[in-house]
């Protein structure tokens, strides 16, 4: 499988089912509603172990552009791979998000709730604060590359060519990691710590002809953009130094 299709479907598995365990907690009349956080951030976790092991063969499952953005820089990941990852990405997630509409369409139908809707597909802060938010987004984004870095065992010593990410072995520690950032970190905005895992759902439920839709948010949407990217790049920094 190419590189770039594997984190495509990876993308696609980690977002339909880590917003699909955000439909099944919100969404009226489901079998999971209002079952809580633990059951959101455990499914997220899970989430993540299933892209990566699908993917990981691949393309190392790097599965979000800070991560990609985070191993370039680190001079682990080739600069001219860096656009076709992220493009894959993005659109896996829209693909992955939009299918969970389709899966729950009834349930959409059955919500009046605007903000629940939305919440399925991207993040948003509990206290609107864009510079406590976009903090918060770079120490989630931070600890989860700086620790995937260790996973990996990438070694960062030169150039490489060659996809180096989380892998299939590293499917389970990850999934540990992103359950705990979420329990731990994912309080203020939901914990994104992923451009792809924001963007392309908040792009599908612009595009998309859902029952009781209300605004898309645009206005924050850069928090869970530029913050990940921005906690990308300070993981991989330090990790050089260190």
Same mark, same amino acid.
């Given at each position: 499988?190419?590189?770039? #299709?594997?984190?495509?479907?990876?993308?696609?598995?980690?977002?339909?089912?880590?917003?699909?365990?955000?439909?099944?907690?919100? $969404? /009226?009349? @489901?079998?999971?509603?209002?079952?809580? *956080?633990?059951?959101?951030?455990?499914?997220?976790? $899970?989430? #993540?172990?299933?892209?990566?092991?699908?993917?990981?063969?691949?393309?190392?499952?790097?599965?979000?552009p800070a991560?990609?953005?985070? $191993?370039?820089?680190?001079?682990? +990941?080739?600069?001219?791979? #860096?656009?076709?990852?992220?493009?894959?990405?993005?659109?896996?997630?829209?693909?992955?998000?939009?299918?969970? *509409?389709?899966?729950?369409?009834?349930?959409?139908?059955?919500?009046?709730?605007?903000?629940?809707?939305?919440?399925? +597909?991207?993040?948003? =802060?509990?206290? !609107?604060?864009?510079?406590? !938010?976009?903090?918060?987004?770079?120490?989630?984004?931070?600890?989860?590359? $700086?620790?995937?870095?260790?996973?990996?065992?990438?070694?960062?010593?030169?150039?490489?060519?060659?996809?180096?990410?989380?892998?299939?072995?590293?499917?389970?520690? #990850?999934?540990?990691?992103?359950?705990?950032?979420?329990?731990?970190?994912?309080?203020?905005?939901?914990?994104?710590? /992923? =451009?792809?895992?924001?963007?392309?759902?908040?792009?599908?439920? *612009?595009?998309? %002809?859902?029952? @009781?839709?209300? @605004?898309?948010?645009w206005s924050?949407? *850069?928090? %869970?953009?530029?913050? %990940?990217?921005?906690?990308?790049?300070?993981?991989?920094l330090l990790?050089?130094?260190?």
């Amino acid at each position: 499988m190419n590189a770039a #299709v594997a984190e495509f479907f990876g993308t696609f598995l980690l977002i339909l089912l880590g917003n699909g365990v955000v439909a099944n907690v919100l $969404l /009226n009349k @489901t079998k999971g509603f209002d079952s809580g *956080w633990l059951v959101i951030t455990t499914g997220w976790g $899970l989430a #993540v172990f299933t892209g990566v092991v699908v993917a990981g063969p691949y393309s190392g499952a790097h599965l979000n552009p800070a991560v990609t953005l985070g $191993l370039a820089i680190a001079q682990e +990941f080739a600069w001219q791979d #860096v656009p076709s990852f992220m493009i894959a990405q993005l659109a896996g997630a829209f693909l992955g998000a939009a299918i969970v *509409w389709i899966l729950y369409i009834d349930h959409y139908k059955a919500t009046d709730d605007a903000s629940k809707v939305l919440a399925t +597909f991207s993040t948003s =802060p509990a206290i !609107n604060n864009p510079r406590n !938010n976009v903090i918060s987004e770079i120490i989630g984004t931070f600890v989860l590359v $700086l620790v995937v870095f260790y996973i990996s065992g990438a070694e960062l010593l030169g150039t490489s060519t060659t996809p180096i990410g989380l892998g299939s072995v590293g499917a389970l520690p #990850v999934a540990f990691l992103v359950w705990c950032i979420g329990l731990g970190l994912g309080g203020p905005t939901g914990y994104a710590i /992923n =451009p792809a895992r924001d963007l392309g759902p908040r792009l599908a439920h *612009w595009v998309l %002809p859902i029952s @009781t839709k209300g @605004t898309s948010d645009w206005s924050y949407a *850069w928090v %869970p953009v530029i913050g %990940p990217l921005c906690g990308g790049a300070l993981a991989a920094l330090l990790y050089i130094i260190l």
